[in-house]
């Protein structure tokens, strides 16, 4: 009986704790989002075969940056740039931010077996943490995703946090959080 108490004790403390980071620990970051509004500063045009434009240390690209490894955002819009059809420009406004969703996306490296069955090259795998703000807005309805993420080759709590994403997004874009 009491080595049962002791569990449900240590179980309960266990979640209570758990629940305490929600608010403090790696998830405060895409809490404080929701609600939130996106500022775009500047237009921009949506490249052809592309939805989307990305930005890093405050730059714009259109192609994904070579450098994963440091945080990099991106503006999505609904339909893909056809090429020859008129060109999609994302304009100057407000935004507002109806959800946030943090996920995580694996690429898993197969191990080499080398000479012999004893020695084996294993590479790291690595992990993109991403969060995305579902963006709303009546003049720009086609304006669907603000999407942060960077690759670690680690596991654990690294989504984008806030400055971050601010810095990959430079005067470009501005995330302004709910008061």
């Not at 490249?47 to 450098?67: I, L």
């Not at 740039?81 to 407000?94: F, K, N, T």
């Not at 694996?106 to 080499?112: F, G, I, Q």
Request: charged letters at 25%; hydrophobic letters at 35%.
């Amino acid at each position: 009986m009491l080595i049962k108490r002791s569990f449900v004790v240590i179980a309960l403390a266990g979640v209570l704790g758990a629940c305490a980071n929600v608010t403090s620990g790696p998830y405060a970051s895409a809490k404080s989002l929701v609600n939130a509004s996106v500022q775009i500063n500047s237009d921009f045009a949506i490249p052809d075969n592309r939805a989307r434009v990305y930005f890093q240390n405050g730059e714009k690209f259109t192609r994904t940056p070579s450098d994963r490894w440091t945080t990099y955002c991106s503006v999505l819009v609904q339909d893909l740039q056809q090429p020859g059809a008129e060109r999609q420009i994302v304009q100057p406004g407000e935004f507002g931010v109806t959800r946030v969703k943090q996920s995580n996306d694996y690429t898993l490296r197969s191990r080499t077996f080398v000479a012999s069955r004893e020695w084996t090259y294993d590479p790291p795998s690595n992990v993109t943490y991403k969060i995305e703000m579902r963006l709303a807005s009546d003049e720009q309805p086609d304006v669907r995703s603000l999407i942060c993420e960077k690759r670690v080759d680690a596991y654990g709590q690294y989504h984008p946090t806030l400055a971050e994403a601010r810095t990959a997004l430079g005067d470009w874009v501005e995330i302004r959080l709910a008061e």
